[in-house]
């Protein structure tokens, strides 16, 4: 079946520390793939798209890796800080131009002062 | 620029009413469209999506069903609300190879 797996368990690190967030899928073969901030009783907000053909993408303090032989997708926040908690979600568009967009579960951040 | 709206923000319904929510995108032609929904502490779960007019594709068998009269307009319906339709129903808009746009959700409790 049809997966798509970020960690479920909250990650707290402290501030000034690089976050890194995982998502994994499996049996989809993305066009591209995103991640999203979401906040609490808010609609996600996007960050960062990275393409099949790319291997990384950058934007200020965050970095995006895509392994298509690993399926694995690692979301990092250098320098973080307390404004940075959230949940982060990951999401996929399917090759093909189905405009089928699936996310993630999502996983929580907490970055200690 | 582009926005989307998405009404209300909160409803409170009875067990067996019916349901209408709506959501319009402006400054833009030809979206993709999907309503989304999120239970509390969950992940976005996808209801339905549309590449155009007249075109749905329901991805969980629900209670719930979905309409695109108009390009720019996304309407998630019901004949008869269950308890387990409560939930943050989030309406989004996206063009391919773009990142998708939300709405300000609505947060939906059955009573």
């Known amino acids: 079946s049809q997966k798509i797996e970020q960690n479920s368990e909250a990650l707290n690190i402290q501030e000034g520390k690089t976050a890194t967030l995982t998502c994994n899928y499996t049996n989809y073969s993305p066009a591209y793939l995103q991640w999203y901030r979401q906040d609490p009783g808010r609609g996600p907000v996007f960050l960062l798209l990275i393409r099949e053909n790319e291997k990384e993408k950058r934007k200020e303090r965050l970095k995006v890796t895509f392994d298509t032989t690993l399926k694995q997708s690692l979301f990092h926040i250098t320098a973080s800080q307390p404004a940075d908690s959230a949940t982060y979600l990951c999401a996929l568009v399917t090759a093909g131009n189905t405009g089928k967009l699936i996310f993630g579960q999502g996983t929580t951040l907490q970055v200690k002062p | 620029s582009q926005t989307i709206h998405q009404w209300p923000a909160t409803l409170v319904q009875p067990v067996g009413s019916p349901l209408s929510l709506e959501c319009t995108v402006e400054?833009?032609?030809?979206?993709?469209l999907y309503w989304y929904r999120q239970a509390a502490g969950r992940g976005l779960q996808l209801l339905f999506y549309s590449v155009g007019i007249g075109q749905i594709s329901s991805e969980v068998p629900q209670n719930l069903s979905a309409s695109r009269p108009q390009d720019r307009q996304f309407i998630l319906s019901s004949k008869k609300l269950l308890l387990s339709d409560s939930g943050f129903y989030l309406c989004?808009?996206?063009?391919?190879?773009?990142?998708?746009?939300f709405g300000q959700g609505t947060r939906l409790t059955v009573v």
């Open positions: 989004a808009w996206s063009s391919y190879s773009t990142e998708a746009f």
């Open positions: 400054g833009t032609s030809n979206p993709n």
